[in-house]
């Protein structure tokens, strides 16, 4: 049999460049990436093994040749940023809504059959059920990010009814791993590397309690969910079993670098322990779905924490962290 192609849109981010190196060795791999935030680095070792990178942007010229042919496409390239940057809302209507609409676009016209999308635990907002299951309503997002994934999410189970495109959609909880650019890990990391005396932290003490899942997880995950996936539009949640403190993650992250007597500065943030507003203070997802699949979270949040914050701390520098 023909080994299948799969398009990777993000393929050089953090979360794509890891799907590659999952799927290289069964499929031909084409990742698609503008290298703005992601790094033909992150690809290295998938480019070795036969995948191919187009270098280009989803917002513009035509897109249909990319997809022509593909059995596959992981929709991953987005603003992945909850947090709203100087430029305000606009790069994430773009980067999120636009872009995902002209993937369907030229996914629809090249005759994709299934799609895999990864969306956010932050659709569901302030959730009043937690551990919160992928049919919880309404679903009601606070930050601008969550509220361009809804957004996605509807666009998908459109062209998933209307013209056939199947959809697999994956809500995550927060993603920690190497090569991740962004999050809190990488925040307090670098922050450290360059004071390993004083941590500023955004929120109030303790801050938020969220679940973390480490990047091997969620690449067994994702290739769980869609194998499984036998609905037009199937919906799994992604991360572990537990939650964690912003006060026990940056613990955590100092214990395995190493640093004692760490002074923290919290910011205040926007009450309530959020860090920014937008940000949710308590966020688990029920997984039951993504189990009854045979899939397990291998690590917890702490250990996810701090099996990331070595990876990142290896590609920032000194000084070492325990071994
Ligand atoms: N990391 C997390 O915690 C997390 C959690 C939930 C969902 N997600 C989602 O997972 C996906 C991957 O996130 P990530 O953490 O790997 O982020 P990332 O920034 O490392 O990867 C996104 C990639 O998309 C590329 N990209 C963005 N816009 C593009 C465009 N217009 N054209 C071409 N390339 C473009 C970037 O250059 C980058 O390489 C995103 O959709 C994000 O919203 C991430």
Known sequence: MARPKVVITGGAGFIGSHVADA?????????????KAGKRANLEGALKSGATLRKQDLLRGDLGPIFRGADLVYHFAANPDVRLGREGTKPLIDENILATYRVLEACRGAKVPKVAFTSTSTIYGEASVVPTPEDYAPLAPI?????????????????????????VIFRMANVVGGRSGHGVVVDLVRKL???????????????????????????AGISTGVRAADQPVS??????????????????ICDELGLTDVEYRWTGGAGGGRGWAGDVRVMQL??????????????????????????AWASVGTPKPRA
């Open 193 to 219: 590397a360059r004071d390993p005396k004083h941590l500023e932290i955004l929120g109030s003490d303790p801050g938020t309690a969220k679940s973390y899942v480490y990047i091997d997880d969620v690449v």
């Open 235 to 252: 919906v799994y949640n992604l991360g572990s079993d537990d939650t964690i403190a912003v006060r026990s993650l940056a613990d955590a």
């Open 143 to 167: 930050s601008i990010y969550g509220a361009t994934k809804l957004a996605d999410e509807a666009l998908l189970s459109a062209y998933a009814h209307t013209f056939g495109v199947q959809a």
């Open 286 to 311: 029920a997984i039951d779905r993504i189990k009854s699949k045979g899939w397990r979270p291998r690590k917890t949040s702490e250990a996810a924490i701090r099996a990331a914050a070595k990876d």
């Open 23 to 35: 799927l290289v060795r069964e499929a031909d791999v084409v990742a698609v990436d503008h290298l």
